[in-house]
């Protein structure tokens, strides 16, 4: 029996695949770059995108974590790759797992907080409304197509800011390296992110757990204004953190996603303390030194 991952060379993905491994479970990957993929995990059984039926047949669980990257100018067919990708993706594998001959348990599929749209002032939980913005129709239409029917449990996490060495702080970190960091854009957006350990072992944990079941925000339980987040960087960095980043700086280096940084929201993973979650790094110091010196943490 083996658990099926979807995304599983990405930056979340490959953390995944590699503690499944580690515990000794046995991989199966769906992916458009076959020969990539069997390069990273020799190990894993590896399909290419028009096998999907197959590698979805007999898994125990399948993790679905495929998407265009929002990173970069967001031109039409740009727009169109980044729905696309999610929401055709996913209708596709829940098809295959309707069709499959020994479905799988659990499906656990990738959101993002984007769902809730940006403010400065809200709180939200996971029964919040849905915001309005591209990003918001993304994530409604995302969460829409994951519905494998009846038998199989369905968890979906939408996912904070995943903090770790790839994704959006790598591409927030060369100006506070270059000793030019500061608040960036107003200061006073929230900042929601999540420990890439924690938002692995979030996954495992739904994997493994019939009692995770539905939408789970997947962020710590401490957000931070962004104004906050930069002046920790820079405490942690040894850095100094007083030089305001305009909002160019960052569209230069994000591309239209910049406005996941410079406008935000603050979300609160109340079911996933319900649960009992233990996370790792509930705070943002540890976090980030956990990041950056390693071997102190
Ligand atoms: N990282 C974050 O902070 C964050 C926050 C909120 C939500 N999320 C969501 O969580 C998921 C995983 O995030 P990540 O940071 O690990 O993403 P990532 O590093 O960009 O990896 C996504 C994976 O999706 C596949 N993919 C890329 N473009 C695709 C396309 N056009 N069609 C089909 N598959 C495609 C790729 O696998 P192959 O090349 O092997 O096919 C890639 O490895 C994403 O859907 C993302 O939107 C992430």
New binding site residues.
């Given amino acids: 029996m083996a658990v099926l991952v979807?995304?599983?060379?990405?930056?979340?993905?490959?953390?995944l695949v590699t503690q499944l491994q580690q515990r000794g479970e046995q991989v199966r990957?769906?992916?458009?770059?076959?020969q990539?993929?069997q390069q990273l995990f020799p190990q894993a059984q590896v399909f290419p995108?028009a096998a999907l039926a197959e590698a979805v047949d007999g898994c125990t669980g399948v993790v679905?974590?495929?998407?265009?990257?929002?990173?970069g100018r967001w031109t039409v067919a740009r727009k169109q790759?980044?729905q696309?990708?999610?929401r055709g993706?996913t209708q596709r594998l829940v098809q295959a797992i309707a069709q499959a001959q020994v479905r799988p348990q659990v499906l656990v599929n990738?959101?993002?907080?984007?769902y809730y749209g940006a403010s400065e002032t809200a709180v939200f939980r996971e029964d919040s409304p849905p915001g309005q913005d591209f990003l918001a129709q993304v994530c409604q239409e995302?969460e829409q197509a994951a519905q494998p029917g009846q038998g199989v449990r369905l968890v979906i996490?939408?996912?904070?800011?995943?903090?770790?060495m790839?994704?959006?702080l790598e591409r927030i970190l060369p100006p506070f390296r270059a000793f030019l960091g500061g608040p960036i854009g107003s200061g006073q957006q929230w900042f929601s992110?999540?420990h890439q350990t924690d938002?692995v072992n979030l996954l495992l944990a739904a994997l493994d757990d019939p009692a995770w079941t539905g939408v789970y925000n997947?962020t710590a339980p401490q957000p931070v204004r962004m104004a906050q987040l930069c002046q920790t960087l820079g405490q942690v960095l040894q850095r100094p953190s007083w030089l305001p980043v305009p909002g160019m700086v960052l569209e230069l280096l994000l591309g239209d996603a910049a406005q996941?940084i410079l406008t935000g929201q603050q979300v609160l993973p109340q079911r996933v303390q319900a649960m009992g979650f233990c996370y790792q790094y509930p705070t943002l110091t540890p976090a980030l030194e956990n990041l950056f010196h390693p071997g102190l943490s």
């Fill in positions: 979807l995304g599983g060379t990405g930056f979340i993905g490959s953390q990957l769906v992916t458009r770059n076959p990539r993929a995108l679905n974590l495929a998407g265009e990257p929002i990173i790759a980044i696309e990708s999610r993706g990738a959101s993002a907080i984007g995302w996490f939408r996912i904070g800011i995943v903090l770790g790839g994704g959006a992110w999540i938002m997947a996941v």
